[in-house]
């Protein structure tokens, strides 16, 4: 479905935007879902970081989600294999 979404954006369905006050350290981070991709976040914009929440612990750079992030998702999907460490440290 990410896949899917990265070629056609109007796929992704309604956006939501909540803004999340984290008192320690003393700051705020902006928090974006869609409807169509259930547990895909993205923190904080375009230039922020993205999650996903059936990779808990791992956060991912925008150009990290083809090369990375997918294919996480695919290997959790096929096999039930988290990944362990950063795949590459260089985005394609």
């Given at each position: 479905?990410?896949?899917?979404?990265?070629?056609?954006?109007?796929?992704?369905g309604?956006?939501?935007?909540?803004?999340?006050?984290?008192?320690?350290?003393?700051r705020?981070?902006?928090?974006?879902?869609?409807?169509?991709?259930?547990?895909?976040?993205?923190?904080?914009?375009?230039?922020?970081?993205?999650?996903?929440?059936?990779?808990?612990?791992?956060?991912?750079a925008?150009?990290?989600?083809?090369?990375e992030?997918?294919?996480?998702?695919?290997?959790?999907?096929?096999?039930?294999?988290?990944?362990?460490?950063?795949?590459?440290?260089?985005?394609?």
């Amino acid at each position: 479905m990410l896949r899917a979404a990265i070629a056609d954006p109007s796929t992704m369905g309604a956006k939501s935007v909540v803004h999340v006050d984290l008192a320690r350290p003393r700051r705020g981070e902006w928090w974006e879902s869609w409807a169509n991709l259930p547990g895909f976040w993205r923190i904080n914009g375009r230039k922020g970081r993205y999650l996903h929440a059936s990779l808990p612990g791992w956060t991912y750079a925008r150009a990290e989600i083809r090369t990375e992030m997918i294919p996480d998702l695919e290997a959790l999907a096929e096999h039930g294999v988290r990944p362990t460490e950063a795949t590459s440290g260089a985005a394609a």
